[in-house]
């Protein structure tokens, strides 16, 4: 296996290896889920196969996150460098790009060939919607960085999940404000995952839109020029999917609704377990902090971590938004998920299971301490948090 | 004229060519810069930040 060299700041000679290297090929093969079913179905005739990617999904994948546990290991600071630079990890990044297409495809055909009942067809929409979520995780690894082919392919790839806004809403909003209150993205404590997503999707996409016809006015353009990135991303996914009605008729209608609405629920359960009531200070010039590691919540859990292109080292990647999956670190005494995100959606989707077991968490952080000012609270829910967990006056940590 | 660095991921901006994308003109000063102005590339460094090269 292809290993970097490095001297120590002692001078002693190191040959590192990176043991992920060939295992990151699951986040490539992984987006070609729905075929499983497919192929499982063709051959036996049984339509529940179709589904099998939603259990493969939510109980497999929590599974094996709990077998296979957790990898705290870094690369050496030496050849972090080199490991970043190496065009094998981009390549894989590149690869999925189709792949992406060929399942929404692939899936949409199936679809709307066999003679499906209703719950397969439903469920078959609901796997190709979960799997176009990846699609936007491809989209946030590409999007991050600065080659023009990068970008290109980010905008290409956002056109599965119709979330052509979502590169430009997260780079130049949800980086800049994560942890805030002002964040649409930041999900606060006492707010469940429904609530969130009401004010999360429309909030990101309000954003993008802002940010974008800021940048097209400076250069004297409307904001329906189509120099306007979300505009050129939409209307690929407009010719994506208006293709799809052509070739495989009315059908497509509730085959994509349920798709797209399942790719965004994704993403939007990635937002909400990424940085829940995390809270960015503000110094004595109202400025809030930098984005610190400890401004995001971490997973490093092994499995899940290798589909997702590393998504789950969450607070390096927050603290470094250009580097890439390969080198992104864990750092001691994190916010840590209780599981790796697939595990940690389930619980997110339980409200009050995941506030009995997330609100706990959340006020023993080291940097928290059960200071509820140091908390980002649902305003809605403010006094009863203050009620059950402010601390009475005179009472110390 | 000047060109300032973002210490986070190197983002150059030369006063001399602008930033075409960003709708900044060759001959922009920095100083000119909004000043809620994030690194286009990482936006996690903002104008003060900025180191001039
Ligand atoms: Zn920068």
Redesign the pocket.
Known sequence: MKGYTATLPGGEAIYYVDRKRYLWTLSVLYPLQPFIGIWLHAETGNQAWLLLPIFLGYVVNPLLDWVLGEDENNPPEEVLLKLDRDPFYRILTYLVVPLHFVSLIGAAWWAGTQSLSWWAFLGLAAVAGITSGLGINTGHELGHKKSKIERRLAKIVLAVPVYGHFWIEHNRGHHRDVSTPEDPASSRMGESIYRFATREIPGAFKRAWAIEKERLERRDKSAWDMNNQILQSMSLSLVLQVGLLLAFGWKMIPFLLVHNVLAWWQLTSANYVEHYGLLRLKDDKGRYERCQPHHSWNSNHVFSNLVLFHLERHSDHHAHPLRRYQSLRHFDNLPTLPSGYFGAYLLAWIPPLWFRVMDKALLALPHVNHDLTRVNIEPAKRAAIVQKYGRRPGESS | MSAYR?P????LFDEDEGDEHEGYRPGTPFAKLPDDFA?P??S??FKDDFEKV
Not at chain 2, 8 to 11: A, N, W
């Open positions: 973002c986070e991921c190197g983002y690194c590339d990482c996690v460094r």
